[in-house]
């Protein structure tokens, strides 16, 4: 069974400090890795998709990168705008099915003060 | 271009009785799915969709049904809802059957059951 855990459940920044989110996984043949932003009241809003060990994806001041355990999402010089709940998902092999079904972790609430 | 449309936005439900989430997407993928969000439980899949006449149970299916007559519609039907149905229910759809595809949400229904 796919597991995803994310750490930590709660993180509070200052406005500029750097930091990174975890999410450790365990799957069946990685079809790919995703992290999703989701702020309150809305839908999960697509951030990135990795596909295999040792890729790289970057937007504005977020980074997401991929190792055979775990993934990691990074945060450079953070604003206030930035808080919200960052979810990890990955898609594995679908036994057979035409699926890759979705196992999402419970997700980072990040919070950046001012 | 709306993407997914789910409705109601919110809804409050005696034990018992019976309801329909909707959900629309008009971006022509084959691929929806329903997960419902809890705290400290992450996203976990109900039901899903590969194709208009064809729908499998995901995770956490008991308790609901689905169906899919069009490419564009898939609702949720509660069919005795209980207590433990109060979650908030996000509506996903995927342009291909899921090797390493991002999936699009809706904006989430707020249930409530009373």
């Known amino acids: 069974e796919d597991q995803v855990t994310q750490s930590p459940e709660a993180l509070r920044l200052q406005e500029g400090e750097s930091s990174s989110l975890n999410c450790s996984y365990t799957v069946s043949g990685l079809r790919g890795l995703f992290w999703y932003r989701q702020d309150p009241g809305k839908g999960p809003e697509f951030l990135f998709t990795?596909?295999?060990a040792g890729e790289e994806k970057e937007k504005e001041r977020l980074k997401a990168t991929l190792t055979k355990k775990e993934s990691f999402l990074h945060i450079t010089a953070p604003k206030p705008e930035d808080s919200a709940t960052y979810l990890c998902a990955v898609q594995g092999e679908a036994g057979g099915t035409s699926y890759g079904k979705l196992t999402f972790g419970q997700g980072t609430i990040l919070t950046v003060h001012p | 271009n709306a993407g997914v449309t789910q409705t109601p936005k919110f809804q409050v439900l005696k034990t018992g009785q019976s309801m329909t989430l909707q959900c629309a997407q008009d971006m022509n993928h084959e691929y929806m799915s329903w997960y419902r969000q809890d705290p400290g439980m992450g996203l976990r899949l109900i039901h899903y969709?590969?194709?208009?006449?064809?729908?499998d149970q995901g995770e956490v299916p008991n308790g609901y049904n689905v169906s899919r007559s069009t490419t564009e519609d898939f609702p949720l039907r509660l069919l005795s809802a209980a207590p433990s149905q109060t979650s908030v229910y996000f509506c996903?759809?995927?342009?291909?059957?899921?090797?390493?595809?991002?999936?699009?949400f809706g904006q989430g229904t707020r249930l409530t059951v009373v």
């Open positions: 996903a759809s995927s342009y291909s059957e899921g090797s390493g595809t991002e999936a699009f």
């Open positions: 969709s590969v194709g208009a006449g064809i729908t």
């Open positions: 990795l596909y295999s």
